[in-house]
């Protein structure tokens, strides 16, 4: 069964702060696919990032990176210099391959970003 | 372009009725999906189509549950009968085709509220 967790429920910073959110996930796929939503008060989940399970290669995209790491099963989130705009309720999800096509969530962790 | 839209994007209604919930993939989209938002049991999936096939139905909660599409683009959810806990905000996804990495993008959703 594929399973994702993040433990974290609730972080609040003050802006300016970074913050790390955390993702750990169970599968026995070896080929797999996670990904990371932003939900804001609006509602819409939006896609920030996929990465495959062959690629450990971090990633950096302007505040925002990813850090993946198979050996611990773990694929998280840094926002540095957090903004307002931050504020938000962050998904990690994940998706196997083959049999069914579902994304499979974590509970989600909500950051607020205080001024 | 445009993005995945729904309607309505709020419905109430009384316990015992029937809802049917519409969903407007992307474009080109051939991959849609699902899923249910509540605040007990997160973000969970319940249906995925390819085409106009449904080849995974497992995550419908009972048999009032159903969806179809045609054409191979809109998609309706239908709730019969609905219960209380039918509650929750229900979230389409579509992707441009089945293979997993594919990436999933949501519609904003539509809030059932079930009196």
């Known amino acids: 069964a594929q399973k994702v967790t993040q433990a974290q429920t609730e972080i609040s910073v003050v802006e300016k702060e970074d913050v790390t959110l955390d993702c750990v996930y169970e599968?026995?796929?070896?080929?797999?696919?996670l990904f990371w939503y932003k939900q804001p008060p609006s509602g819409e989940l939006v896609f920030l990032i996929r990465?495959?399970?062959?690629?450990?290669q971090n990633e950096i995209s302007g505040r925002y990176s990813w850090n993946f790491q198979k050996s611990t099963s773990s694929f998280n989130f840094t926002i540095t210099a957090s903004q307002v705009v931050d504020s938000a309720v962050y998904f990690c999800?994940?998706?196997?391959?083959?049999?069914?096509?579902?994304?499979?969530f974590g509970k989600g962790t909500k950051l607020t970003v205080n001024p | 372009g445009a993005g995945v839209s729904q309607s309505p994007s709020n419905k109430v209604t009384e316990k015992g009725k029937d809802v049917e919930l519409r969903c407007d993939p992307i474009?080109?989209?051939?991959?849609l999906y699902w899923y249910r938002q509540s605040l007990g049991q997160g973000l969970e999936f319940l249906i995925y189509?390819?085409?106009?096939?449904?080849?995974?139905k497992s995550g419908l909660p009972s048999d009032r549950f159903s969806a179809e599409r045609t054409g191979g683009s809109v998609s309706t959810l239908t709730i019969q009968r609905t219960q209380q806990e039918d509650s929750a905000v229900y979230l389409c996804?579509?992707?441009?085709?089945?293979?997993?990495?594919?990436?999933?993008?949501f519609g904003p959703g539509t809030r059932l509220l079930v009196l």
């Open positions: 996804a579509s992707s441009f085709g089945r293979r997993s990495q594919e990436t999933q993008y």
């Open positions: 599968t026995r796929d070896t080929t797999y696919y």
């Open positions: 990465r495959n399970s062959f690629d450990e």
């Open positions: 999800a994940l998706r196997g391959r083959g049999g069914s096509e579902k994304l499979v």
């Open positions: 474009s080109g989209h051939t991959a």
């Open positions: 189509f390819q085409g106009n096939s449904a080849p995974d």
